[in-house]
């Protein structure tokens, strides 16, 4: 399966932004899906996962609360809704697919990983 990311930009902080990653080559109902971000010099960081129905869901410390992660199966896409964004949520946001684990925070677990999306919070 192929991953993209998109709906990324410059927004002040408090504001919002909705993050979409579309599958291709395979339906996404296969697949359970997370979110990563990597800041510049930093390590790439767990932000929100997600399994195959949808029920079961796990965010990060950094944004429980704020972000809310979803996915549509029938449109092939996962979303992630970000609120109350502050400076330090800027990253590149990546999204990520696997067959057997939703839950693993290490992104180098997850059998699929697409390109990234930039997001940038202003003060």
């Known amino acids: 399966v192929q991953l993209q990311a998109s709906g990324g930009g410059l927004v002040q902080a408090g504001g919002s932004l909705k993050l979409a990653c579309a599958a291709s080559?395979?339906?996404?109902?296969?697949?359970?899906a997370g979110w990563f971000r990597q800041a510049p010099g930093r390590e790439r960081k767990f932000v929100a996962s997600i399994n195959r129905s949808g029920v079961r869901k796990e965010y990060g410390e950094d944004v429980q609360g704020r972000f809310i992660i979803s996915r549509n199966n029938a449109e092939n896409t996962v979303y992630l809704q970000m609120n109350s964004l502050k400076p330090e949520d800027t990253a590149v946001y990546y999204c990520?697919?696997?067959?057997?684990?939703?839950?693993?925070?290490?992104?180098?677990?997850?059998?699929?990983r697409g390109q990234g999306t930039q997001v940038t919070v202003s003060s």
């Open positions: 990520a697919a696997d067959v057997t684990s939703w839950y693993s925070r290490n992104s180098g677990d997850w059998d699929y």
């Open positions: 080559g395979r339906t996404l109902n296969h697949y359970h």
